[in-house]
């Protein structure tokens, strides 16, 4: 059973921007809007582990890393059961596959959609 699903990455030039959309499936999503989940954005080189981007709770709390505040926004839309990633100004080093991840508060564990490539060059 496919639960989140990841769309929106690309090629684009540095400077450019880039908008990713997850979509949930109803059941996480459910669980989301109850705030027994956190959304976020992750995402992985070859060179690096896995890290968080943006993360936003059913409260509509967001958290950035630190190389990405200012440039990136995550939001959601419980209508569609999606959560985006609104990636403008973008760089080299935001070159990576790009994650959702679903996060259960009480035992940490994620779900994981297939991801979804980013490359930024000239």
């Known amino acids: 059973q496919v639960q989140l699903v990841e769309s929106g990455g690309g090629l684009v030039q540095p400077g450019g921007s880039l908008r990713l959309s997850c979509a949930a499936s109803r059941s996480i999503f459910r669980l989301y809007a109850m705030g027994l989940y956190v959304m976020g954005w992750y995402r992985q080189t070859p060179e690096k582990q896995r890290e968080l981007v943006a993360e936003i709770t059913s409260s509509n709390s967001t958290n950035y890393l630190d190389s990405v505040k200012g440039r990136f926004t995550i939001s959601r839309d419980k209508a569609k059961n999606t959560v985006y990633l609104q990636m403008d100004n973008l760089k080299p080093e935001d070159t990576a596959v790009y994650y959702c991840?679903?996060?259960?508060?009480?035992?940490?564990?994620?779900?994981w959609g297939p991801g979804t490539q980013v490359t930024v060059s000239a």
């Open positions: 991840g679903a996060k259960e508060l009480k035992t940490l564990r994620k779900t």
